[in-house]
């Protein structure tokens, strides 16, 4: 576990209008695969080590995202997920990259969702782990929560939900996603929330991030009309039991996008990577190889970044 916190090898990127925080693991020359984490709110630490079992070939690129984190102040304004995406793009284009991957959790997996939708090409593979497409996949989550079980465990998990949009301190944050954290595993009871809470320690929390956006659709993807624009390879990762992002909801991506695979992971929730990491890890890296092997770069398209968002 000695990656863990390892903040001291991270550093600042400029993307014109603010810094992002990014630590990088595996080799300078590997491939690069930049790591969007969730919340929003969170930070990169959510990957904890997890996926390090890649750096034996691929540089891993974990990026606070604007807004979050360590990355340094940005204006309210530009807190969308739209400028979430352009700035994957900016961020690839600071650090010198022709071909890369990108792989986002969560929210991160809807910033990676609409990057490769807005700038198609951009980024060669795109990887949608535990991901919808469109908010529609959350209109019933008070119902989910009204019927989640154990019984115990609801009352804490619903509170923790509805405290999002009101989150102050970081003391608040924390508690949030411990209290939250049972809703994400297949097993709310799973013993692994606890060694995960371990590995994961050290983030940053941003509440005013949360709360701006927890009141207003976690930034308002609806992306399920646009999938077929998408023309680099995607895969798409989801979990059996995810409550958040249902497999439905991967089903109906894969079959939007053309050049598009689908992996779901039937003893998972929502936090796959830890849940089934080994089958996770090996997944990505199947994909990636593949079509490294291919050595098929996707078409970039003029776009002015600089004014996205």
């Known amino acids: ?23 990088e693991r595996g080799p300078a020359d590997g491939y690069p695969l930049i790591l969007l984490h969730g919340g929003p709110g969170d ?22 995202q604007r807004g979050n984190g360590r990355s340094m102040d940005s204006p309210e304004s530009t807190w ?22 990108v792989l986002g959790h969560s929210y991160g997996s809807f910033v990676t969702l609409q990057n490769a939708v807005d700038f198609p090409g951009m980024a060669s593979q795109s990887i949608v782990s535990s991901g919808i497409a469109s908010v529609r996949w959350m209109e019933n989550l008070e119902a989910k929560l009204a019927a989640f079980e154990p019984e115990d465990l609801r009352k804490q998990v619903q509170e923790s939900w509805a405290s999002e949009s009101s989150v102050r301190t970081q003391e608040d944050f924390a508690r949030i996603m411990h209290d939250q954290m049972p809703w994400h595993f297949a097993d709310p009871r799973d013993p692994r929330i606890a060694e995960y809470e371990q590995r994961a320690a050290g983030a940053l929390y941003s509440p005013r991030i949360l709360q701006i956006f927890a009141a207003s659709g976690y930034g308002g993807i609806e992306l399920e009309d646009r999938l077929g624009e998408i023309g680099h390879p995607v895969l798409v990762l989801a979990g059996r039991h995810d409550r958040t992002c249902p497999p439905e909801a991967a089903e109906v991506m894969v079959a ?37 092997a291919e050595d098929e770069p996707g078409e970039s398209r003029a776009v002015d970044v600089d004014e996205a968002g």
């Open 256 to 292: 939007g996008i053309p050049a598009s695979e689908l992996r779901i992971f039937e003893d998972s929730g929502h936090m796959t990577f830890v849940e089934e990491r080994d089958a996770y890890v090996e997944t990505v890296r199947d994909f990636l190889e593949r079509h490294l």
């Open 1 to 23: 576990m000695s990656g863990l916190h390892d903040d001291h090898a991270g550093r600042f990127v400029s993307i014109g209008d603010t810094h992002l925080w990014i630590v």
């Open 80 to 101: 969308t997920l739209e400028q979430h995406a352009a700035d994957v793009v900016l961020l690839a284009r600071s650090l010198g990259f022709e071909r890369y991957a």
């Open 43 to 64: 930070d990169h630490h959510e990957f904890a080590d997890y996926l390090d079992a890649l750096t034996d070939r691929f540089r891993l690129v974990l990026v606070d």
